[in-house]
């Protein structure tokens, strides 16, 4: 410790048992850094900056999520909703609650960090459950109606110049929750995009592509078969990145220059850097 209670982020790190890089990752993605920054001097952390450090490493150290961690560790309102909030308010068919939930959610950790820590782990059990059960179906509906509509809420920016991003499900695929959750994601950081859906024909997206000219267009697919409708080669050949989305495509021969996304986060981050914004 020097300058009174003022640390040094090499000084954090050493005694926090953490890297650097670590502690600059949560600054910039969980706002975990200094409180208060002197212009041309380095970062300089107070004993405060640290105590909520150290309860950041004590909760995820306890299993909890980064994001949810950051957050409980800034002193948010207590634990965020969790899988089995969404699981207990699915089963019961209880839409409304699922709204709130989400929507707590949302608003606790950002879009990126809820879906990638709460919604898919939930929704992947939803669908485990749906080909276990009987019901199982029409609770997975419910769950998924409920989070479209939260969604849907986060935003919807003004467009400016080129799209940045054009979003579509390949012919018959009806999964498009993803897609759902790329655009409010998107949204939520300024980003316009626009979504053509489930069950896109080919003839319809080559259409698209020609009338709106975007930078990227993000494919979706959950089946091999469906992704193989998909007219890979011309919309490679137009004036747009091409991002590949879901499991449909592991099997399938891609051509030069397609980029496959793995993460909800990853392909933020590609909208938002092949549009010309930082992430």
Known sequence: MSDGARWSAGAVARTLGISPTTLRTWDRRYGLG???REEGKHRRYDDVDVATLRRMLELTGQGVSPAAAATMARGGAGPVPDVHDFIRAATQLDAPRLGRLATELIGALGVVDAWESVLTP????LGERAVEESGGVGVEHVASNALL??????GDPLEGGRLPALMAAAPDEQH???LEALGAALAERGCASRNLGARVPAGALLAALDVLAPRCVVLWAHDTARARLVPLAKVAAT???L???GPGWDRVALPAGV?????LHGCVDEVLTHSGRSS
């Open 122 to 125: 939930f929704l992947v059990e």
């Open 239 to 241: 004036r747009t990145i």
């Open 259 to 263: 980029h496959r996304v793995h993460t």
């Open 243 to 245: 991002l590949l989305g």
């Open 34 to 36: 200094p409180r208060t």
């Open 176 to 178: 498009t929750l993803p």
């Open 149 to 154: 509509t939260v969604l849907r809420r986060v």
